[in-house]
């Protein structure tokens, strides 16, 4: 199966910030990665798709990168909004493998 | 809009049976693929199994296979999970997403562009 690690695990960051958090594939997934957002209490949402299309409705903030083994978020400028955790997900197998996420935290 | 509602989810005890549901609106159900995700409690997320628009294929996680049965009712547009054998490992919120893929082909897991709110499924004695 295909692992997916993130880091960092925790990001403290302050408004404003420019925030980048990495997705590493344990073998080349080409582009099929995809990003989402999950608030607490809430589902997850999709943010990014193919590695880098921004989903309708997602502000251009949100920005995404990479293929092969390592991809990208890039918040260019962090919003009170945006203090959420974000998982990465593969979508090159029948295992749909999700990174273990990324909690962005108000520094 | 798109919707889905999930519902079905109990407490129920190990080695027991439960019946999940989503029922879907504001699309064409029967033109794709539909899945479930579940979210042990404070833990991340774990795709679960997919179902092709049809109902002609479907795939499991190995952790469910064998346990977990996909099914849907494109004339009710309805999704639906079987659970048999139900493990203390198998308590999570369980969603209902759909694929956000349209399109011809063979390959059936892609990203999830909308999800449900959850249902809980608690195993415990």
């Known amino acids: 199966d295909i692992q997916m690690t993130q880091s960092p695990s925790t990001l403290s960051a302050s408004v404003g910030d420019r925030v980048t958090i990495t997705c590493r594939a344990s073998?080349?997934?080409?582009?099929?990665l995809a990003w989402y957002q999950q608030k607490p209490g809430k589902a997850p949402k999709l943010l990014i798709y193919?590695?880098?299309s921004l989903e309708s409705g997602v502000p251009a903030r949100f920005s995404g990168s990479g293929s092969g083994t390592e991809f990208t978020l890039t918040i260019s400028s962090l919003q009170p909004d945006d203090f959420a955790t974000y998982y990465c997900?593969?979508?090159?197998?029948?295992?749909?493998?999700f990174g273990q996420g990324t909690k962005v935290e108000i520094k | 809009e798109v919707q889905l509602v999930e519902s079905g989810g109990v407490v129920v005890q190990p080695g027991g049976s439960l019946r999940l549901s989503c029922a879907a609106s504001?699309?064409?159900?029967?033109?794709?693929?539909m899945h479930w995700v579940r979210q042990a409690p404070g833990k991340g997320l774990e795709w679960v199994s997919l179902?092709?628009?049809?109902?002609?294929?479907?795939y499991y996680a190995d952790s469910v296979k064998g346990r977990f049965t996909i099914s849907r009712d494109n004339s009710k547009n309805s999704l639906y999970l079987q659970m048999n054998s139900l493990r203390s490992e198998d308590t999570a919120l369980y969603f209902c997403?759909?694929?956000?893929?349209?399109?011809?082909?063979?390959?059936?897991?892609?990203?999830?562009?909308?999800w449900g709110q959850g249902t809980l499924v608690t195993v415990s004695s």
């Open positions: 073998q080349s997934i080409s582009s099929w």
């Open positions: 997900q593969q979508y090159n197998s029948y295992s749909g493998t």
């Open positions: 193919k590695a880098s």
């Open positions: 504001g699309f064409t159900f029967d033109d794709y693929t």
């Open positions: 179902i092709s628009w049809d109902g002609g294929s479907t």
């Open positions: 997403a759909k694929d956000g893929y349209y399109g011809s082909g063979t390959y059936y897991l892609h990203y999830f562009d909308y």
